[in-house]
């Protein structure tokens, strides 16, 4: 039973296109995450979701845009690829504080390539 | 804003030794929350271990073990018996106790030698 799951797990798409990826968590969690992995490993937060109410959106293009539907789903859609948006993103999920100390569940990843 | 070091970009061990993984972090904060993340070539990131701030003894699960140093904002990683499957990229983590803003550090990228 994945906890956080992530779809596509690996996108290879042209520059100039426009392209979702998806995150579900069944583990009842209030907070959820994006985070962008590039190819020097480096992991950055780019926005959380708190009960579908945005609480933080780092500096990130404006063509990447967030929806929550619900607190068990954050996706991810961004308008005119570039080539620098290649990297794996990273959904992950939170419970709240005061509960198992403040652990982020991750999930698999998803590998875009802009060609 | 918390600032999360990893000052050894790579590190290799002989297979069934003890290795060492430093980190250092940067906050006001007294109340927070360090981990350890292990992402091996499945690109996985999965949970190591943890320490609360506010807990003053060292954390341990099995073969893995921290050096917290509350005073000298410094958390590193033991992992004693190094195995073949601890071969990975290893991520330090600071969150604080009120936020939602996990830091990472840059990494460091952990062979383990036959």
């Known amino acids: 039973d994945t906890a956080v799951s992530q779809t596509p797990k690996y996108l290879v798409t042209q520059m100039g296109n426009d392209k979702s990826i998806k995150c579900e968590q069944n583990?009842?969690?209030?907070?959820m995450y994006w985070y962008k992995q590039d190819s020097k490993k480096f992991l950055k937060i780019m926005f959380s979701?708190?009960?579908?109410?945005?609480?933080i959106n780092e500096t990130v293009p404006n063509r990447f845009s967030p929806k929550s539907p619900d607190k068990a789903h954050l996706n991810l859609h961004i308008n005119s690829l570039e080539l620098g948006d290649s990297a794996v993103y990273f959904c992950?999920?939170?419970?709240?504080?005061?509960?198992?100390?403040?652990?982020?569940?991750f999930g698999e990843g998803s590998r875009l390539t802009v060609l | 804003a918390q600032t999360v070091t990893q000052s050894q970009p790579e590190m290799s061990v002989q297979e069934a030794e003890t290795v060492t993984l430093s980190c250092t972090y940067d906050?006001?904060?007294?109340?927070?929350?360090l981990f350890w993340y292990k992402q091996p070539p499945s690109r996985q990131m999965i949970l190591v271990i943890r320490?609360?701030?506010?807990?003053?003894q060292n954390a341990t699960e099995n073969r893995f073990s921290v050096n917290f140093q509350k005073a000298a904002k410094s958390f590193s990683l033991k992992i004693s018996d190094s195995q073949l499957g601890d071969t990975a990229m290893y991520f330090c983590?600071?969150?604080?106790?009120?936020?939602?803003?996990?830091?990472f550090g840059a990494g460091t990228r952990l062979t383990v030698k036959p």
């Open positions: 992950a999920s939170s419970p709240p504080r005061g509960g198992p100390a403040g652990e982020l569940f």
């Open positions: 583990l009842g969690h209030d907070t």
């Open positions: 979701y708190n009960n579908k109410e945005l609480i």
């Open positions: 906050t006001s904060e007294n109340n927070y929350y």
């Open positions: 320490q609360e701030a506010y807990k003053q």
């Open positions: 983590a600071f969150i604080g106790y009120n936020n939602n803003d996990m830091r």
